[in-house]
């Protein structure tokens, strides 16, 4: 099952190398634009956090570390 997975992500990444980078920079202006709005109680726990900031540069880390292995 994992490894049916990881062949479908790997042959998907392959053919659109660039997309996690992009979702990761997407995700880090979200955060950016979470931290402008006002202090809801969702938006502001998640701008309290940097939930997506940390996911955004995970997400960029590991689409520069598959763009390269693929």
Request: charged share 10%; with cysteine; net charge positive.
């Amino acid at each position: 099952m994992v490894r049916k997975l990881l062949m479908h992500l790997s042959s998907f990444l392959a053919r659109v190398p660039g997309l996690p980078i992009l979702a990761a920079i997407g995700l880090v202006v979200l955060n950016f634009v979470l931290r402008c709005l006002p202090d809801w109680p969702v938006v502001g726990w998640l701008a309290r956090v940097d939930l997506l900031l940390h996911l955004g540069l995970v997400v960029g880390f590991l689409g520069i570390l598959l763009g390269d292995a693929l």
